[in-house]
C-alpha cells in the first residue's frame, strides 16, 4: 500500500538530544558489579557487597591523584571506591551495623581532604571535562552514588565532620557540577540528566533545597533547563528514546534514581505523575523492548545487552515500589539479579514467596520524538508469552549518530530466538585487540549500512545516501497500527530515504485455522518511475534447508556481492531464479522450521550470501542472508509470508511438518489498496487486504483474480476459505 | 615423546558388534514421547500419559495391516499403538486404575486377532525381516514394551483372554523372533540384544522359563550366544561401547531393560554383578561421556543427542534404584524429564526431596574393545565441575562403519561450551529435504575425514587412506594415563594410520601458580623419514581476536584449501606466518577468551579456514579452523598450550585478561623423551616432563637450555620458576 504522497517535514531532533555512547558504557561498571548473576536472591547481592567491604576494610582506601582518561588506573580505582562508598552506605541502611557507615564516612572524608586541590582533569577532552574523571559524565556518575551514600550515613558523623565532608567534597563537587558546568548541566541531554540527579541528590542529602531546585529548574530555576524539562524532552510521549533501547536503559538510571528521591522527598511534586507518568512509561518501554531478556539490537547495540543490566535492575525495583505490578516479578526472576536497595530487596522477597504473575507483553506502537510524531518503534507480539512469535518494525526516526539505515526495517522473534536477526554494532566491547574495544571501522561500513538490515535497498545505495543528518530530520511517515485478535498489523512509508522513490511496508501477524500457528504477512514496495534495483535482504538466523527452486552454491570460488555500502562485506554464495514469481526459502533453528514464502516480479532473483569478505581483521561475525533482487523500471512489491513450522527433535528422534504449509502468496492492487492472498498446500485461502488509512469509516476493495474484495478500515483478515476469489 | 615402534596386530573387531544405525534411530520414537521435556517431575510425565491415553480411549485403535517401510504410515502407527499399550500398562502398575489395564488387554486382544496371519513384511530387505515392520529390530522394539505391558496386567484378564493374546500374539511373535530369526536373535550385536530382551521379557511375562533361558543363553541354551555373550562381549571391561557413546546410548536399553528383569525374576543370577558389574558400568560410563548434557559427538554422532535420550532416563532410574548413588540425582536433575516407572518416580521424588548431590564427574580412561585392549577413550577433567575445563582424547579403535578417522583425535571443553568441536555427523537427522534424512553424502566426504577433525593429517590424506577396514584392525597404542591433581595426562601412538608415519600425542591438564586457572598442553609428533607435509587442524569455536603475527583474510576471493579427503569442503581464508617458531591464537566464546600458542618448525605456516567450500546444497554447517602446516623431512612436533582465560562481560561492561599468559612455548626432547617448557609473560617458567612409558620406576632426562631436567615416570609437572633451565 502506499500513504498518500507528502513533503515530511519532520521535526529535527537535535543533537541535544543525543547519549555519548563510547564513555557512558564504561562507566557503567562502577555499580553494576554488585550485582550477582546465578541463581540469585537479594541476600546474594548483599553477601557479595558485604565480601568486598570486609576485603577493603582491613587496607587503606587509595584515592590517587587524578591522570588517566576513561579504562586507565586512576579512572578504575575512582569508580571503584565510588562503589564501595555507595555499597557501604546502602548496608547500613540496610543492616543498622556501624562498621559501614564508618567507612563510607571515612572514605568521604579522604576524599574531601583531596578534591579541593585538584584543578581540571589532565586527560579532559575539548569540553565537558571533570576534575576527578576526564570527562563531566563519570563525575556526575561518581557524585550521585556517593551523594546516595552521605544522605543514608550523615547521622552517625560529628558536626565537624559533616561540614567537612559537606563544604569540601559534596558542596565542591555540586557547585563544579552546576555553576562550574553549566553547558552540561543545563542540557537536554542523557549527561545533563546524570548532572541534574547527582546535584539533586547532593541537596537532598545535605538538605539544600537551592540545589535540588536547580536540578528540578535548571541553573537559573526558570524551568527552562534541568531534570524536569529533560523528562519533558528526553523520552517520547510513550516512553521511547530517540536512539533505541541499548542507549535506554543507559539513560534511564539518573533518571528513575533522582526521581525516586523527589518523591519521597517532595511527594507534592507527584514526580511520578508528570508527563501522564512518562518516567514509569520509559521504564515499561524498556522492558518491552527485550526479546529473551535481550533488548532489540537495533542501532549501534551490543546484542548481548539486556534486562539484567543494573540500569533496569534499579528501574524494575523503584517501578515496583510505584506500582505494585506483579507482572515485574517475573521480569525480576528473568533478571536473576538483585542490587543493594529497599526496593531489590522487596522485589527478591515477593519473588521468593511466589507471588510472581506473567509481565503482560504485547503489541504496542512506541511513538518516537518529543511530540511522538517521528515515526515509531512498531512491536507486534503473537501473544503475552514472552518466547512467542514477535515483530520489531523500525519505523522510527534515524536515532542520531548511532541510528542506523533501516528505514522500515524488520527483526523477527520466535521460539525465544532471533529469526531475522539486526547485525547490531560491530563491536567488541572493551577488548583491546579489537581496535582498543571501540566501533570498529566496520560498524561504519558495515553494521549502519542499509543492506546488513532486513530493508530495502535501492541501487545497492544506503538509505538516506549513508548521511546521517538528512537521516536526522527525515522520519517515516505512519499508517495505522492495530492489534485485533488475529491480527496485529503495521503500516509505514518513508518519501526521503531515496530521491523519486517511496518505500512502503505493511508487516501483520495473523492467526487462522490454515496455520497451525501465527504467520507474519509482509508487503515491502518502492514506488517509483526510472529503472532501479531493488534488493530486500533477510539476515536469517538458521541452516538453510530447502527451496522451490534450483540453487547451487558456488563449490570452489566466492567473490564479494558488491564493492560499497556494505555489500562489500557480503560474500556472494549463490545466485537463483524462483519459479513463477514464487520463492520458498525453508531454513531450520534449533528445534523449528521458517519458510519464507515471496510473491516476487518475474525477473527477480534470489542471491544467497554471507558476511565475511572485505574482512582482513576478522572482524566480522559470519551471519548467512538471502536477497531478493529485482530490476524494474516501475517499482516493486514483494508480498512475503513468514511462517514458523514443525518440529525438529534429534534427542527423541522424529521430525513434524518440516515443510511450508504455503503452496502460492499473490499479491494485487487496486489504486492504493493491497491484498495479500495466501494459498495453502491443503487447498485452503487466507487474504490480507491492506489499506493502511487510519480512518475506520473509509471502504476499500482491490479486485482479486476477478472478484471484488472489500473491507472498511486499514486492514482486513479474509479467514480461510475454499476459494481464492 | 614416542612409543615404542611396534607391529600392532590389533584384535579385528568383527563386524558383529556393529550397530545398525538409520533404522535403530527411528525406532526410539516409541516411547520417549511420553517423556516431557520443561520444568518436569514424574507427575508431568504421568499426566501426558494419561492425556494421551485418554484421547485413544474414546476412539477405536488403529491396527493398519503392516505395508510401509521406516517412517511410513504403518509403521508409525504400529510404533504409536505399542507406546500406548506400553504406557497403559505402566499407568495401570502404578495407579491401578483398571481402566488402563482394559486398554492394554483390548489392544493386545486386537493385535492376537491379526498377528497371526502376518507373514513377512512387504518392504522387507534383503536381511531380518519383520512381519509387523520391515525389519526385525522394529519388531524386537515393540514385543519388549508389550511384553512388559502384559506382565502389568495379565492378571486383570480372564483365561480365555490370556490364551488368545499369550498364543497369538506374544508366543507367535516371540517364536518369531528367535527360533523364526535365528540370525538376528544368536547375534553378538545391538539387533541381537534387542531381540533376547523382548524374548526374554515375553518369558517373564507369560511366566514360560524356556523363553527366558533362550534369552539368556542363546537359542541352544548353551551360552554361545544371547544376552549373557552380548553383555560379555559388547561392552569394553570398562563399559565403553566401541562405536561410541552416540551409539552407546541406543545399545543401552534393551540391556538394561531386560537385566531389571531377569533381576527381580532371578535374583539368584546377580546379573547386575556379572562381568564386575558391567551394565552398572555402561550406564555410568555413558553418563561420564557428556558435557554440558551432550554426548561427546565423536564419531558418526548428532550433536544434539544427550543425557536426556529415553534410554539414558531408564538407565539412570535403575542404576539409582541399584546403587543409591545420589549424585545420580544431579544427572536426573540436569535430565529433566522422567519416565513412566517407579524407578523414575523414585528419582523424582528423591530429587524433590532434596538428595541430590552432585555428581562424581572424574578423569578416567576407558579402554575400548571386548578386552580392553584396543586402544581407549581418554578423558580429562581439570575437576568435578561439570561446566569446567575437559578434554577427550580419542585414542580409540576405528569404531567401525560408523567411526572416523580420527587417531589421536582431541576435543576440548570449557565453561559450558566446546571450545575445540567434532563436526559430529554430517546429517539432519528425519529432515526429507536433506538426503531423506539419512546421513548427507558430505558425511562421508567430510565428517569422517581426518582434515575435519583436530587430529594430525599428513600429506592430505586421512588417516589409513579412508579405509575402514584398515581402521577396523589398527588400534592406538597407549601410553601412561595419569590423573594425579595438579597433573591429568594421557599419550598414545599409531604407527599403521600413515605408511612410515608413527604419529604420537599426549595431552594434559596442567595446573600451576603461574596461571589463573588449568591449562592444556598439547604435544602432537610425526615420526618419519622422507618429506611430508604435516596439518594439524583447530576447530575452534568463537571468533577470532588476535594473533601475535600478521594475518589479513583475503578480503575479495576465496578457494577450497584442496580438492579432495575432505579439504575441498575447507575455504582457505589467510595463510600467516608465525614468528621465530612460535604461533599464538587468541579467540572469544561467550564470555571467555582462548590462546593457543603452539612451538612450531620455523617453515610452519598458519591457515585460516571454514568449512562450506564444495558444499553446492547448502549441507554443511559454518564453522571456522585454523591449521598448523609444515612440510618436513624429519618429522615435526607441535607444542601447544591451550588457554582459558579472562573475562568479557558485555552485560556489565568491563573485559579482563583478554590477552593470553604464555610468553613463549620450546619443546625439547632427548631420545624419546620430551620437555614442554611454558614461559609465561610475568616470567614464571612452568615445564611438563614427558615419557608417556607407564613405568613408573624409570628415570628420564631431557636437556632443556643446557640444562638437564630428570624425572621418574611417565610425566611430571614441574612447576613455576623463574628460571628456564
Redesign the interface.
Known sequence: MRLKWKNILAAVLTGSVAACAPSS??A??TT??T?VQSGASFETTMDAAKDSLSAQMSTPLIIPVPKDAGGGYTHEQHKKNAKLIYDAGQLYKLTGETQYADFASKAMLDYAEVYPSWGLHPAKKEQDPGRMFWQNLNESMWLLHVAQSYGAIKDTVSPEQREKIETDLLRNMADFMSEGSPTTFNKIHNHGTWATAAVGLTGYAIGDDDYVEQALMGLDKSGDAGFLKQMDRLFSPDGYYNEGPYYQRFALKPFVIFAQAVEKNNPERKIFEQRDGILKKAIYTTIHQNYGGLFFPINDA?K???I???ELLHGVAIAYELTGDKGLLSIAQAQNTFVLTPESRKLSQDLAAGMAEPFDYKSMRLGDGEDGTDGALDILRASADPNGLAVVAKNTSQGLGHGHFDKLGLLVYDAGHEILRDYGAAR???????YG?HYLPENNAYAKQTIAHNALVVDETSHFNGDVRIGNVNAPELGAFVNDGALKATTAEISTAYDGVVMSRTVAIIEDDAFPGPVIVDLVEGHAEGSHQYDLPFHYNG????TNFK??????????LGDKNGY?FL?K??EATPIDGLSQI?F?LDRKFYSVTSSVPDNTSII?A?T???????SL??E?AFILRCQSTDGVSYASVIEPHGD?N??????LD??SHVKTVSHFETGADEFVLIETKDGRFVGLGISGDPDTSISHTVSVNGADKTWTGPYKLFHSTQEGQ
Chains 1, 2 share one sequence.
Do not use: C
Open positions: 558504557e564504561t557503567v561498571k553494576a558489579a550485582s551490543i548481548e545487552k539486556g539484567s543490566t543494573n567488541f566491547l572493551n577488548v583491546e585487540a579489537k574495544g541452516h538453510m534447508i530447502e540453487v547451487a552454491a558456488d563449490p570452489v570460488s566466492l567473490v564479494p562489500q560474500w554464495l549463490a525453508t531450520l544467497f554471507e565475511g569478505a572485505g574482512d582482513p581483521n576478522f561475525r559470519h548467512p525438529y534429534p534427542v527423541v528422534e522424529y521430525t518440516s515443510h
